[in-house]
C-alpha cells in the first residue's frame, strides 16, 4: 500500500512539475487571451445582474464635469477646469456621438473601457508580476486580480452587500463615465514600463514610463502620489539616467495641465494658499495641511482614516484578515525583491495615507473604493506575494534566457519541456518524462549522463556576445515508453533528455536536435 501511495504520489509530482513547465515556457498569449475572455464574460454577468437603467450605473457625481468639460474643448471652449485635462480630452471625440447630453454617449464611454482599457490592466497586472517573480507569479497576480472583485462579494456582510456589488464593483470595471478607472490604467501602465526599465535600462521605455504617468496625472493630478513608489524604486536601484528620461515623459503632460488650470481658473490651484479664517477653522491638528502647496489634492485628515477603518470593521468579514492580508504581502513581496517592495509598497501606502484620510472619502458611501481605484492593482499585487513568505521554488522562477550547447560539434539548443525526473532507490536511478510525439514527425528519446562536478557543461563568457557554451555527456542510448532505470555506480549523476530524429526513423542513428534541463542525483 505504501509503494502504491509513493508511486501515485510521484505521478502526482511529475504531473505537476510537467504543468509547471509549460506554463513557464508556453507563450502567454495562450492563457492571457483566455483570461481576457474570462474578465469581459464576469464583466457582462455582473453588468446583467445590479441594479442599472440601461447603460446608465451609478456613477458617482463628477461625471457631468468630465464629459461636459469634454463637449466644451470639442467646440474650442475652455470649461472652468475643476477636473483634469486628460479624461475630458479622451471624452471630446466621443462626444461626437452624445452631443451636448452624455447618456447617448454611455455606450461608446463603456465599451471603451471595458473592451480596450480593461484588457490593458489585466496585461499589465501579468506584466509587472512576470517581473518580479516570472511567469508563474504573473499567472498568478492575474488570477488573483480576476477574483478578488468578486470574493470582496463574499467578505462584507449583508448591508454593506449593496453598497460594494452596486456602487464600487461596476465603477471597478469601468461601466461608468468616471474617471478613476481609465486614470488606474494609466497608473499601471507606468509601473509596468517603470518595472522594465529598472530591471534593463531603455531610453524609449523610461519615457514610455513618463508619458504614462503624465496621463494619470492629466486624468486626475492626484495620482501624482504614486510616484512616491517609482521614485523609490528607482533612487535604490540608482537609475539616475532612466529617471531623467521618465521626468521627460512627465513635462508635456505637466505643462499641459497647469496651462490647463490656469486658463480655466485663473490661478494654480496646487500653490494657492489658503486665507487666515480658513486656516483658523480647520483646527490645530490641520496647521500642516494648510500650508501644504498639494493641500488641493492631498489631505490628512487622521480622524477619518481611523473612521474608515472601523467601517471596515463593521462592515466586512475582518478588519484583522485585511491588515494581515497587507501587510504579510508586504513582507512577501520584500522577501522576493526588495525594489519591488519599494514600488508596490510606496505606491500603495501613498494611496492610503492621502486617500484614506481625505475627509470626504467614506466608507459608508463607498467614495473611498472610488477614490482609492489606482492603487487597487498594488492590493493585488500584495497579496498575490502572500505565496513569496513559503519555502521553495518560489523565489527562483523567472524564465532563463534561452541556452544553446556545442555538442559533439553540433549546435544543440535547451528545451525546458523535455523535462526529466530522477529517483532514487537503493543502487537504481528511475528517470521518467513525457514522451510526447510532435505533429508530423517521429521521435525518440535519448538519455545522456555525466558524473563531472559542473555535470558536463562549461561556458566561456564572451564580451559582447552569448557566452560559448560546450556539453560533454555520454549517450546512454534510446529508451521508449518515457521511463528507464539506471544503474550508475556511487556518486553524484547528473542526467538530460535529448530529443532525436532522422530520416531513418531508427534509434541507432543520432541526430538529437534539443536537450533539456538537467536533473542531478545522489546515488550512495
Not at 468578486?150 to 461601466?175: C, M, N
Not at 530591471?199 to 495620482?223: C, F, Q, W
Not at 500584495?382 to 553540433?410: E, N, Q, T
Not at 555525466?450 to 555527456?473: I, R
Amino acid at each position: 500500500m505504501t509503494t502504491v501511495a509513493a508511486e501515485a504520489g510521484r505521478r502526482a509530482w511529475g504531473s505537476f512539475a510537467r504543468a509547471r513547465v509549460w506554463l513557464e515556457t508556453a507563450q502567454p498569449a495562450k492563457l492571457l487571451v483566455p483570461a481576457i475572455l474570462v474578465q469581459w464574460l464576469s464583466v457582462l454577468g455582473l453588468a446583467l445582474t445590479v441594479r442599472h437603467n440601461g447603460w446608465l450605473y451609478y456613477q458617482g457625481g463628477d461625471q457631468l464635469w468630465y464629459y461636459d468639460s469634454g463637449w466644451l474643448l470639442r467646440h474650442g471652449l475652455l470649461p472652468t477646469t475643476l477636473v483634469g485635462f486628460g479624461w475630458p480630452a479622451l471624452l471630446a471625440p466621443m462626444s461626437l456621438i452624445g452631443g451636448p447630453t452624455l447618456v447617448p454617449a454611455l455606450p461608446v464611454i463603456v465599451l471603451f473601457d471595458v473592451l480596450v482599457l480593461l484588457p490593458v490592466a489585466l496585461l499589465c497586472v501579468y506584466g509587472i508580476g512576470e517581473r518580479i517573480g516570472g511567469r508563474l507569479f504573473g499567472y498568478w497576480a492575474t488570477a488573483v486580480w480576476l477574483a478578488a472583485p468578486y470574493v470582496g462579494i463574499k467578505f462584507t456582510d449583508a448591508l454593506y452587500h449593496q453598497r460594494y456589488t452596486e456602487l464600487t464593483l461596476p465603477q471597478s470595471f469601468g461601466l461608468t463615465s468616471m474617471a478613476d478607472f481609465p486614470s488606474m490604467v494609466a497608473v499601471l501602465v507606468s509601473v509596468y514600463f517603470v518595472f522594465r526599465v529598472i530591471d534593463r535600462p531603455d531610453v524609449v521605455e523610461a519615457i514610455a514610463a513618463g508619458l504614462a504617468a503624465g496621463v494619470a496625472i492629466g486624468i486626475k493630478p492626484s495620482n501624482s502620489i504614486f510616484l512616491l513608489g517609482v521614485v523609490l524604486g528607482l533612487l535604490y536601484r540608482r537609475r539616475f539616467v532612466v529617471s531623467a528620461y521618465f521626468a521627460a515623459g512627465l513635462v508635456p503632460s505637466l505643462l499641459i495641465l497647469t496651462l490647463w488650470k490656469y486658463r480655466g481658473l485663473g490661478y494654480l490651484p496646487a500653490f494657492r494658499s489658503e486665507g487666515p479664517a480658513t486656516r483658523l477653522a480647520l483646527g490645530a491638528h490641520q496647521q500642516l495641511v494648510a500650508f501644504n502647496p498639494l493641500q488641493k489634492y492631498v489631505h490628512f485628515d487622521w480622524h477619518q482614516l481611523n473612521l474608515n477603518l472601523l467601517a471596515i470593521k463593521e462592515h466586512f468579514w475582518s478588519m484583522r484578515v485585511i491588515e494581515w492580508l497587507v501587510i504579510a504581502g508586504l513582507i512577501g513581496l520584500f522577501r522576493r525583491s526588495v525594489t519591488a517592495g519599494l514600488v508596490v509598497g510606496g505606491w500603495f501606502a501613498a494611496f492610503v495615507l492621502a486617500k484614506a484620510t481625505y475627509p470626504h472619502a467614506s466608507i459608508d458611501d463607498a467614495s473611498v473604493f472610488r477614490i482609492m481605484m489606482p492603487s487597487f492593482p498594488a492590493f493585488v499585487l500584495m497579496i498575490s506575494s502572500l505565496v513569496f513568505l513559503f519555502p521553495g521554488r518560489w523565489r527562483s522562477m523567472r524564465v532563463p534566457l534561452p541556452r544553446g550547447y556545442v555538442v559533439d560539434g553540433l549546435l544543440r539548443t535547451v528545451d525546458p519541456s523535455l523535462n526529466l525526473t530522477a529517483t532514487v532507490s537503493g543502487g537504481r536511478v528511475l528517470l521518467r518524462w513525457n514522451p510526447a510525439e510532435p505533429a508530423g514527425t517521429r521521435v525518440f528519446y535519448r538519455i545522456w549522463r555525466s558524473n563531472a562536478p559542473n555535470g558536463g557543461a562549461s561556458c566561456t563568457p564572451a564580451a559582447n556576445a552569448p557566452d560559448d557554451c560546450e556539453l560533454v555527456m555520454d549517450d546512454l542510448g534510446a529508451h521508449p515508453g518515457g521511463a528507464w532505470v539506471d544503474r550508475p555506480g556511487t556518486g553524484t549523476w547528473t542526467y538530460r533528455l535529448g530529443l532525436a530524429a532522422n530520416w531513418l526513423d531508427s534509434p541507432d542513428y543520432g541526430d538529437v536536435y534539443s536537450i533539456g534541463p538537467p536533473v542531478t542525483v545522489r546515488v550512495r
